[in-house]
């Protein structure tokens, strides 16, 4: 076996707890009173519906416009936007074209304290700004210069079917389009709305003809979604509240302090079983554990700045719950396949080297059939809506947080429990007070 420096477990172990106590319980500092923010932790993740309550609304156009279907279809994506980029993954939302409604539920804010349904859907009912900038981020065209859009197929391809958006400009809108367009030859000019990136395309040529085509890679859901966030920047109504309400949680707080406390509980017999059971390869495994915990956790509050935060419900918390035990699991099978190695003699270098290549495979082809299931959940029941259409929308929030905090799960299992723990377990092996098959899972001399 390859040795790994004796320091290289202290140095994982240590890393790897601070890690996991800052992704649990967040840092934070005060400036005077005003409390900064350094790592988001469990007390920042903003829980669904079914745990701790929300609201529900319906939004009308104002001033009584009647809507057409494509103009509540725009509508509906600004606002299915909007929640998404506010990391809301937990939401119904619907659109009613015969009454020109739009109903849409969604949970309290995660620092919520007045819970005033007023206060929370204003950020959604705003008229949406849609602009077009530059690389060097300047705004050179907003919404109300685009007379229209739709999603279209491009005839001159060949035998591929490809998907692109279609835009009429104004008058006014054509000639500042080909300014910008013949100023931007060859570099992207990016839509927005509001702050949510749409989409980047790369200008090819400049476009005179009062007419543009939007091509990428897009699906024909992916063309239509495009189509209709930009023209709902060009609405000619704003959205008002018809009606709104509160709705009550079905699981509560103390049912979630509980589920906690049952956790911790859990945890700690787990690490004890695994220490009193496989001894050193336990702790290490407990050491993994808790990294896994603090990755899972980290991929839901935003701990990671770059990547958006997410909505827990009680389906996400049975993902984690189900992956922790994967987890569990693949450093089990490590520490039984190093104890059947010393059966066969090896001395405790090798039974380690053996045991870990050993096991690798099973622990592979158990968590990539989760990993497929999980990406098949995000896909039909995330944001996307792919197949809601099919399973009904009211499940998609829900369902769609089972998947992601299991596929999370699982890669935080990769990471932790089958990269850290095998360094650290060769590592910690090198120490000659420790060198004894016994606490390695082989016999007692």
Same mark, same amino acid.
Request: charged residues 20%.
């Given at each position: 076996?390859?040795?790994?420096?004796?320091?290289?477990?202290?140095?994982?172990?240590?890393?790897?707890?601070?890690?996991?106590?800052?992704?649990?319980?967040?840092?934070?500092?005060?400036?005077?009173?005003?409390?900064?923010?350094?790592?988001?932790?469990?007390?920042?993740?903003?829980?669904?519906?079914?745990?701790?309550?929300?609201?529900?609304?319906?939004?009308?156009?104002?001033?009584?416009?009647?809507?057409?279907?494509?103009?509540?279809?725009?509508?509906?994506?600004?606002?299915?936007?909007?929640?998404?980029?506010?990391?809301?993954?937990?939401?119904?939302?619907?659109?009613?074209?015969?009454?020109?409604?739009?109903?849409?539920?969604?949970?309290?804010?995660?620092?919520?304290?007045?819970?005033?349904?007023?206060?929370?859907?204003?950020?959604?009912?705003?008229?949406?700004?849609?602009?077009?900038?530059?690389?060097?981020?300047?705004?050179?065209?907003?919404?109300?210069?685009?007379?229209?859009?739709?999603?279209?197929?491009?005839?001159?391809?060949?035998?591929?079917?490809?998907?692109?958006?279609?835009?009429?400009?104004?008058?006014?809108?054509?000639?500042?389009?080909?300014?910008?367009?013949?100023?931007?030859?060859?570099?992207?000019?990016?839509?927005?709305?509001?702050?949510?990136?749409?989409?980047?395309?790369?200008?090819?040529?400049?476009?005179?003809?009062?007419?543009?085509?939007?091509?990428?890679?897009?699906?024909?859901?992916?063309?239509?979604?495009?189509?209709?966030?930009?023209?709902?920047?060009?609405?000619?109504?704003?959205?008002?509240?018809?009606?709104?309400?509160?709705?009550?949680?079905?699981?509560?707080?103390?049912?979630?302090?509980?589920?906690?406390?049952?956790?911790?509980?859990?945890?700690?017999?787990? $690490? =004890?079983?695994? *220490? %009193?059971?496989?001894?050193?390869?336990?702790?290490?495994?407990? &050491?993994? +554990? @808790?990294?896994?915990? #603090?990755?899972?956790?980290?991929?839901?509050?935003?701990?990671?700045?770059?990547?958006?935060?997410?909505?827990?419900?009680?389906?996400?918390?049975?993902?984690?719950?189900?992956?922790?035990?994967?987890?569990?699991?693949?450093?089990?099978?490590?520490?039984?396949?190093?104890?059947?190695?010393?059966?066969?003699?090896?001395?405790?270098?090798?039974?380690?080297?053996?045991?870990?290549?050993? $096991? =690798?495979?099973? *622990? %592979?082809?158990?968590?990539?059939?989760?990993?497929?299931?999980? &990406?098949? +959940? @995000?896909?039909?029941? #995330?944001?996307?809506?792919?197949?809601?259409?099919?399973?009904?929308?009211?499940?998609?929030?829900?369902?769609?947080?089972?998947?992601?905090?299991?596929?999370?799960?699982?890669?935080?299992?990769?990471?932790?429990?089958?990269?850290?723990?095998?360094?650290?377990?060769?590592?910690?092996?090198?120490?000659?007070?420790?060198?004894?098959?016994?606490?390695?899972?082989?016999?007692?001399?």
């Amino acid at each position: 076996m390859k040795r790994i420096p004796k320091p290289v477990f202290f140095i994982c172990a240590i890393l790897i707890l601070l890690f996991a106590a800052s992704a649990i319980f967040g840092v934070s500092y005060y400036d005077g009173d005003i409390s900064k923010t350094v790592f988001k932790g469990i007390d920042d993740i903003r829980w669904g519906i079914d745990i701790r309550g929300g609201v529900e609304a319906t939004f009308k156009p104002a001033d009584e416009v009647d809507a057409t279907d494509e103009q509540l279809d725009s509508a509906k994506s600004i606002i299915e936007t909007r929640m998404v980029s506010n990391g809301i993954t937990d939401y119904e939302l619907y659109a009613d074209y015969g009454s020109d409604r739009i109903i849409v539920r969604f949970p309290w804010k995660e620092d919520e304290t007045d819970f005033d349904p007023v206060a929370a859907i204003d950020e959604l009912a705003a008229t949406a700004k849609l602009t077009f900038k530059n690389e060097s981020g300047e705004v050179v065209m907003d919404g109300s210069s685009v007379a229209s859009a739709q999603a279209g197929v491009n005839t001159e391809t060949g035998s591929a079917t490809e998907y692109l958006v279609l835009l009429d400009l104004t008058k006014e809108g054509s000639d500042i389009f080909a300014e910008a367009t013949a100023a931007n030859v060859g570099k992207t000019l990016s839509i927005y709305m509001d702050d949510t990136l749409l989409s980047s395309p790369t200008v090819n040529e400049a476009i005179t003809g009062g007419s543009a085509q939007i091509t990428g890679d897009f699906t024909a859901e992916e063309a239509t979604k495009l189509a209709n966030q930009i023209n709902g920047g060009a609405l000619p109504f704003s959205l008002e509240v018809a009606s709104y309400s509160s709705i009550s949680p079905t699981l509560g707080q103390n049912s979630l302090t509980a589920m906690a406390y049952a956790g911790v509980i859990a945890l700690i017999l787990i $690490s =004890l079983f695994m *220490i %009193i059971r496989y001894r050193v390869p336990g702790l290490v495994a407990v &050491i993994a +554990l @808790l990294g896994q915990v #603090g990755l899972s956790i980290a991929a839901i509050s935003r701990y990671f700045a770059p990547f958006d935060s997410f909505t827990m419900t009680l389906p996400g918390i049975a993902g984690i719950i189900l992956s922790i035990g994967m987890g569990v699991d693949a450093n089990i099978i490590t520490a039984e396949r190093i104890k059947d190695e010393f059966k066969t003699g090896k001395t405790l270098d090798g039974a380690i080297e053996n045991g870990t290549k050993n $096991s =690798l495979s099973a *622990i %592979i082809d158990g968590n990539m059939t989760v990993v497929i299931v999980s &990406i098949i +959940l @995000l896909l039909v029941f #995330g944001p996307s809506n792919i197949l809601s259409w099919l399973f009904g929308a009211s499940t998609t929030g829900t369902i769609y947080a089972f998947g992601y905090t299991l596929l999370m799960g699982v890669i935080s299992n990769f990471v932790m429990g089958v990269f850290f723990s095998r360094i650290m377990l060769k590592s910690i092996a090198g120490f000659k007070c420790l060198r004894k098959n016994f606490l390695f899972g082989g016999a007692k001399k």
